[in-house]
């Protein structure tokens, strides 16, 4: 995990809520934030195989990248709408997701 990735988010997170507030509907948007940046990163992976033979070749592997590290900026910005400790949580759900791997392969050790 990226060391910038909390402190740059809850700056972004400071900055939102001095334009937005911090109700409900700002929260809901910063979920579909996320939904948003899974789109481009769907559509920037169409444009990268050509699969619209009016538009071609568009993007490539570095935009396809690119819109999966806007996914995981706009993720961690909507868990501190959800969280009021997102590394915490973040930290959790991937030791669990790494015991789960374990559990399933005995012969592999994780650093957890
Ligand atoms: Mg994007």
Redesign the pocket.
Same mark, same amino acid.
């Given at each position: 995990m990226s060391a910038v990735l909390w402190p740059v988010t809850a700056h972004i997170v400071v900055a939102l809520n001095a334009a937005n507030g911090t109700g409900e509907h700002e929260s809901a948007m910063r979920l579909m934030k996320v939904t948003e %940046?899974a789109g %481009?990163a769907t559509a920037a992976y169409i444009g990268m195989t050509g699969q619209n033979p009016r538009k071609g070749t568009t993007h490539t592997r570095a935009d396809v990248a690119d %819109?999966l590290c806007?996914v995981i900026i706009a993720a961690a910005v909507a868990l501190h709408a959800f969280s009021a400790a997102p590394p915490a949580v973040l930290d959790a759900k991937l030791h669990a997701a790494a015991r789960r791997l374990h559990a399933h392969d005995l012969s592999t050790e994780l650093p957890l």
């Open positions: %940046e %481009e %819109e806007d």
